[in-house]
C-alpha cells in the first residue's frame, strides 16, 4: 500500500488558525447600556470600587470629569479612599457625567458602563465609556439693549464666537464679560439674560439680552457695624471722590483698604437702590477680636531650638492705633521690640510705625548688642506691593571674640540709618506659591554727614519667580547685595556684612560657612553676595512631595575680590510634607566644588517653609 501525498492546505490552515488565536487581544468586558449596568451593578452592591477610568473624550476633559464624581474616591493624607458601589451613586455619576458633557458642548452624548469584577476580593473596577456625538457649533449670535460706549468685544459677547463649538462655560464667562462691561460703564443694576435655543441638533442660536438700568455716580458712604472710634478710619479708606462714576472697581478699592486695615474679620461692601442717577457706598462691618497673642517653638537646622511669642492688641490708642510685643530666642540670636502703630495717617493704604528694638547676636568671632530706634512710613501699592521708607538710630555694642585682628575692625558707637524697601509678590500663593513673580529690594544709607560712627552703603535686591509644568512646579530665584564702608569709616559692622550658607541660600554649605573665613575658621561675610538656585518640586502621594534643587552662589570680601568663576555649586533632593504652617522640608545639598577644611561633603537642612 502506497503512502498517499501530504495535503498541503490542511497545515497552512493550522497555521493561519494558530496566528489567529494568538492575534485575538485579551478579553475585556462588553461596555453596558446604562439600564443594564444599574441592573449588573446590584451584582456588586457594597463593593469596593478598586479603580474608575472615563473614555472617549480628550485626556482634560475625561480628568476633569473623573475628579468629579463620587466613584472616583476622595483623596485622603496619603491614599486615595474607595468609595463602595451602590447603584444609586452610579445613577447619580451618570447625570452628572451627561451635564458634564452637555456643558462642554456634547449635548448628545451617551454613557456605557464596564465593569471589572474581582469576585475573590470583592473588588470593582468601573469605566465611563462616553460616546460625544455630535458636537453643537454656535450658528448665530447676537447682543440686545447695550448702549453704543459699551466696550465693542463686550458687547459682541467675548469669548463667544460665530462657528465656534458652544460650552456652557464659554456661555457664562460671555455673560459675565458683557455684565461687568455694563457695571464698568457706571450701570449698577445692569442685568444680562442668556437664551439659547437649537436650530436643529448640531447648531445654536444665543441672544444675550442685556437690561443695563441706570448710570449712576457715588453720593455718599454709610457704614454699619463700625465702633465710633473707627468710623472716620473706614470712611478714610472706603469713601470714593465726591461725584465719582460707579464701578465694580471702585467697590474692590473699598473693600481691599477696609480688609488691610486687620480690624475686621467681614467685609462686605455693596451700593444701594439707584435714584435719580445717583448711589451710596454701603459698608458693612463685624469687628475681629483687638487682641492676639502667638507663641511658637520649633527646631530649624540653621538655628536649632528657636522660640518667640507676640501680644499684639490692633486698636489699643483708638482710631486704628495699635501696639505689639514680639521677642524670640535661638541659639545665635536674641531680639525683642516694641511697636506702636497708625492706619492710614496719609491716607489709604497708609501706616506710621515706630519702634524699639534690641537685637542680642552671639556668632563665631563676635558678640553684637544693638538698642535702636526707628521710624516707619508705608505705603501699600497695587497687589501685593509695598514701599517703605524710614530712619533708624541705633547704639551698637561689638565685642570681637575671634583671635584674628584682621577679621571686624569696625568700632562700637552710634549708628544713623536712612531705609528705603520695596516688595512686589505677583504669586498665587505667599507660603507655597505654584506660578507668578515675586521680588524685592532694599536700600540702606549711612552717610558720613549723619551722626554716626560707621557710615556705610548698602543694598539687595532678589527675585523670584514659579512656573507650573504639568503637576510640579519649577522654581527660581536670585539674589545679589553689595555694600561697603563711607568717608572715614574702613570696614562694615559685622550685622551689615553678608553672609550665606544654610537652608535658605546655598545648601551645600552649613549655615554662614560660604564666603570668607578668619584664621580660626569662623565665617566673616563680605561685602558683595551672589546667590542662584533653581529646584523642581513635584507631589509623590498625598501630603508627600520631593523636590530636585540647585544652588550657586558666595560671598566675597570686598567688591575686587568678587570673580564669577568662585561661584560655589551644590545640588540635591529634597522631601517635604505639607502641613497648616506650610512645608516642612529636609534638604540634602551635595558640595561639588572645593570646600573649606572640615566641611562636609554632604549637609543636611531640615526647615519650614520653602527657601524661596
Not at 469596593?48 to 485622603?76: I, M, P, Q
Not at 439707584?274 to 530649624?300: A, F, M, N, T
Request: glycine share 10%; with cysteine; net charge positive.
Amino acid at each position: 500500500m502506497s503512502r498517499g501525498r501530504a495535503n498541503p492546505i490542511l497545515p497552512a490552515l493550522c497555521l493561519i488558525g494558530f496566528t489567529a488565536v494568538c492575534l485575538v487581544p485579551a478579553h475585556s468586558p462588553a461596555a453596558l447600556p446604562v439600564d443594564e449596568a444599574l441592573a449588573e451593578a446590584t451584582r456588586y452592591r457594597g463593593w469596593e470600587v478598586a479603580s474608575f477610568e472615563v473614555t472617549g473624550l480628550d485626556r482634560h476633559l475625561a480628568d476633569d470629569l473623573r475628579d468629579g464624581l463620587a466613584l472616583n474616591g476622595k483623596r485622603g493624607l496619603l491614599r486615595t479612599r474607595r468609595p463602595p458601589l451602590f447603584p444609586g451613586t452610579l445613577a447619580d455619576d451618570v447625570k452628572r457625567a451627561r451635564a458634564f458633557a452637555a456643558q462642554n458642548g456634547f449635548p448628545w452624548a451617551e454613557v456605557r458602563i464596564a465593569f471589572r469584577p474581582d469576585h475573590k476580593a470583592r473588588k470593582v473596577g468601573v469605566t465611563f465609556e462616553l460616546a460625544p456625538g455630535p458636537t453643537v457649533v454656535i450658528d448665530s449670535l447676537s447682543v440686545s439693549g447695550v448702549p453704543d460706549y459699551v466696550d465693542a468685544a463686550a458687547a459682541r459677547g467675548a469669548p463667544l464666537s460665530r462657528g465656534a463649538r458652544f460650552t456652557e462655560s464659554d456661555l457664562t464667562r460671555a455673560t459675565f464679560t458683557l455684565n461687568e462691561a455694563l457695571a464698568m460703564e457706571g450701570h449698577p443694576r445692569a442685568t444680562v439674560t442668556p437664551r439659547v435655543s437649537l436650530r436643529d441638533s448640531t447648531r445654536a442660536e444665543i441672544v444675550l439680552a442685556a437690561k443695563p438700568g441706570p448710570r449712576c455716580v457715588f453720593a455718599g458712604t454709610r457704614i454699619a457695624g463700625a465702633p465710633d472710634d473707627l468710623r472716620g478710619l473706614v470712611l478714610r479708606n472706603a469713601q470714593p471722590s465726591d461725584g465719582e462714576q460707579y464701578t465694580p472697581t471702585a467697590l474692590r478699592r473699598a473693600r481691599r483698604n477696609v480688609r488691610e486695615l486687620d480690624l475686621f474679620r467681614r467685609v462686605d461692601v455693596t451700593v444701594s437702590e439707584p435714584r435719580d442717577g445717583e448711589v451710596d457706598l454701603l459698608v458693612d462691618l463685624v469687628p475681629r477680636k483687638p487682641r492676639s497673642i502667638e507663641v511658637d517653638l520649633g527646631y530649624w537646622t540653621d538655628d536649632f531650638l528657636r522660640a518667640g511669642t507676640r501680644w499684639r492688641h490692633r486698636n489699643l490708642l483708638r482710631g486704628g492705633r495699635g501696639v505689639e510685643l514680639k521677642g524670640s530666642l535661638s541659639r545665635f540670636r536674641r531680639d525683642g521690640s516694641f511697636n506702636v502703630w497708625w492706619l492710614s495717617p496719609f491716607g489709604p493704604r497708609t501706616r506710621l510705625t515706630t519702634r524699639l528694638h534690641y537685637v542680642m547676636e552671639l556668632e563665631d568671632g563676635y558678640d553684637l548688642n544693638s538698642a535702636q530706634a526707628e521710624v516707619w512710613a508705608s505705603k501699600r501699592v497695587g497687589l501685593g506691593g509695598e514701599l517703605q521708607a524710614g530712619v533708624s538710630v541705633a547704639d551698637v555694642s561689638l565685642k570681637v571674640t575671634t583671635t584674628d585682628t584682621d577679621a571686624f575692625k569696625a568700632e562700637s558707637g552710634l549708628l544713623t540709618s536712612l531705609h528705603l524697601r520695596a516688595n512686589m509678590d505677583h504669586v498665587d500663593d505667599l507660603i507655597d506659591p505654584t506660578r507668578g513673580v515675586s521680588w524685592s529690594g532694599r536700600l540702606e544709607w549711612s552717610p558720613p554727614w549723619l551722626p554716626s560712627d560707621n557710615s556705610f552703603a548698602s543694598g539687595t535686591a532678589k527675585i523670584a519667580w514659579y512656573l507650573p509644568l504639568g503637576g510640579a512646579v519649577l522654581a527660581s530665584r536670585v539674589e545679589a547685595g553689595l555694600a561697603r564702608p563711607l568717608g572715614d569709616s574702613i570696614d562694615l559692622l559685622p550685622n551689615k556684612r553678608f553672609f550665606a550658607g544654610g537652608s535658605t541660600t546655598q545648601r551645600g554649605a552649613r549655615r554662614r560657612m560660604l564666603g570668607p573665613l578668619d584664621a580660626t575658621g569662623a565665617p566673616v561675610g563680605g561685602e558683595v553676595l551672589l546667590i542662584g538656585s533653581t529646584e523642581l518640586r513635584f507631589r509623590l502621594k498625598g501630603i508627600v512631595r520631593a523636590a530636585i534643587f540647585a544652588d550657586v552662589g558666595n560671598v566675597w570680601r570686598t567688591a575686587s575680590d568678587a570673580a564669577l568663576d568662585d561661584l560655589a555649586v551644590a545640588f540635591g533632593p529634597g522631601l517635604m510634607v505639607d502641613t497648616p504652617v506650610g512645608p516642612v522640608r529636609a534638604d540634602a545639598g551635595f558640595n561639588l566644588t572645593a570646600r573649606p577644611p572640615g566641611e562636609p561633603d554632604v549637609v543636611l537642612h531640615v526647615s519650614v517653609g520653602h527657601p524661596f
